[in-house]
């Protein structure tokens, strides 16, 4: 399927592995990736804090820029902020004729228009209800048997609720279970797996900020996970960047490894490690490398 | 959810945290089960696993009409008002059939199910001035306001103090000094409030606490948990904009420099430049910030992570020097969108709260998922979910607050034994 695909600022700034990643992980599943490389900032919530018609602006923007990739079936993401952000200004552009109008007669100078009705989907929304997890599992080159994942979905990609489209019908905030389930992999549960990663106030409270990194980390390493999986590249920057500092917070070692979200998928696919940008992690995922090699031994 | 309410009587079964922290004892789960019709509440539930099992179950409850704030609660973990919670949803979203009620979280337990509001709620509410500081002279009769001035605080005067979004804050659970979402939901209703006299002073002082405004973590578990749709997170993001984009309150916390480096940088150049935000947030909006004393004590203290990134290849050195920009003819487009919108006199704000929706939501159901319905649809031929409606102003109450904190606290079965017999809406209230 093809997707007007809108990999965000991080995957191409600080987490390159990221975007690296999916580019390996999208012709394994058929997924034609055309990049919207003229879009700019979703504003992750902050433009929208500072002035709320620029940020809904600028995104109408890139839903206006999406909507014009020709044969594409919806708009794809790999970063629930960006996810999270844009929901919110669609929220609002789809709710009000007239200020969406007022919108696009901004958007005129460049010859764009926002038609209402745009689908937008995730990364991880995409792989369970675009692709299925039938087929997803069709797909599993070297199922993650025995690798125990534990799910870090954050905030923006869960809450709120309504916006997001999530119901008893459409269990979205739980869909990084079904995919690791789907992927041969063990499901762990711990406390913090839907709570904040303190990223939004590193600046702020940079205590608090990486007191919360710190604890889901902590209650991830008791639970005897071997990686954290997230859908987020801001909460990768605070669980994965600054896990060394998070770990002087808490007074205790984490060494607790966090993929990006095609990352794993691309592990079950078939993808060498090298490939999927592990070595650019701060804390080294030896636990998924010795996993794989070990994999890879036992079938030889 | 709507429930029918003409299906007869079925078992539930309740799992109640019980603790006495006066006893010394540990806290315990005790399970009762009750017989009652699914349109029923969790507090019905309860107060009947009182009457008929045990009396010293203490919740605090009054009016069982969502309107005094008293049962908040959390059922299967989830922040709720125990009366405004029907039984059979609340075994729905149960994990193994049982319906588990605890006390709500970020306070203490006073007994069971009933927390101390005042050590915790009360206190930070006291804390934002909540009340009208008189614009001078006082007119000798009302004061005359447009309507279109207080529509706008009347999604904050919804809230019935019931404390579900303090029950869930996540900078609050890492951070009690936060002043929190109830509390700053408060304050906005003041800021927002033209008869005040006290804006400015208002908006400094919770900008310049570091347990303020900037101390949220923008998690969305208020707007979550509210039961009224107060949306405190964004209250406490218009507090923000007013202090930044209007008073141009400068705080000791990075709160104003984080906001205008991010805003100026993705004017600049179309994306985020995280090496040059982070030394803006605390040297300054400009280049030469990272040359100010507080960013170079921050990057000196991120040296463990900055060498190891550049070690793993994680920082391109150059990209983290020039940053990366989307093509000049896009930028254009970007900076002409910024001197239009910033350009305006006033500020354009939705809020669809107060105006509600002028489309039918279906055909862009909330990115998607009913497009994924559709798609099944096409499968099955069944019909596809019907969307949810964007935010309803149906169920604010303006005057709520007036009646919020019952002060029924039952903990010894007698007290609580006149309330569950007592009909709604004769139960005594207070405040």
Redesign the interface.
Known sequence: MKVAYWPG??S??????LHGSMAKVAPLLDIDLVEL?????T????????????A???NA?TFALAQQVEGAE?MMNICSTC??AQ?EC???L??????RT?INE??A??GLSYE??????NFL?LLV??IGLDELRARVKRPLTNLRVGPFYG??IV????????????R?DEYLHMVIEALGGTVIEYAGMR??C?F??I???K???L??AA?HLGDAADAEADCLVTPCPLCHLNLD??Q??AEREAGRRLAMPVLHLPQLVGLALGVEPKELGF????V?PTSVIDWSTAVVGAAA | MATSTDRPPEEFTLRVRRYNPESGSAPYWDEHTVELEPHRSVLEAILQARDRFDGSIGIRCSCRQAICGSCGVRVNGEPALACHTHLDAAK??SSDGVIVVEPMGNMPVIKDLIVDMDAVHWKKIERVTPWLIAKEPVPEREYLVSHDAMVDVTQTMACIQCGACVSDC??M???PG?IGPAALAKAYRFVGDPRDAAQFDRLNDLAQD?DGI????????C??ACPKDVNPMGQI?RL??IA??DHHIVDR???ER???A??TL?RDY?????AEL?SR??GGNSWFGKFKPAAAKELL??V??IV??LL?????PK?ALLG?K??KR?LD??R???D???G?PE????N?YV?????D?T???????????A?AADASGVEP?QA?S??SVADADPDASAHQDSGVEAGDGALADEEARAPAGEEETSG
């Open positions: 600022c991080v191409r700034g600080f987490t390159p592995e490389d003229r879009a700019c900032c504003g992750a919530g902050v433009i929208a804090e500072h002035n709320q018609e620029l809904d602006t600028l923007r919806l996810q999270g929901s669609q929220e609002r789809d709710a009000s004729a007239e200020y007022q901004t958007l100078g460049e209402r009705g745009l689908t937008n989907k929304w209800e675009e905030c923006y809450r709120p609720r309504r916006r997001l489209g999530i119901d008893s019908e459409h979205r709570k904040c303190g939004p106030i600046t702020m409270n205590s608090a900020s007191k919360q604890r960047l600054q060394p500092l070595s650019r992690h701060i080294r | 729905t979203s996540l900078s659970e890492v951070d936060f570091p900037f101390d949220c973590t923008h998690c969305f578990k707007v979550e993001m923000r904009r930044t984009a916390n990075n709160g984080h906001e205008a991010f805003t993705v179309g994306l985020n430049f995280e982070l947030s605390y203290s991120s463990p992570v190891r990134g793993t290849g994680k920082f391109n990209l990366h989307i093509s896009d487009g970007v002409a969108i910024y239009k919108v910033e305006r500020r354009l704000e939705l669809l105006t509600g929706s002028d489309e939501q055909p862009s159901h909330a990115n998607g998922a009913a497009r994924a319905d798609r979910a949810a964007a935010a």
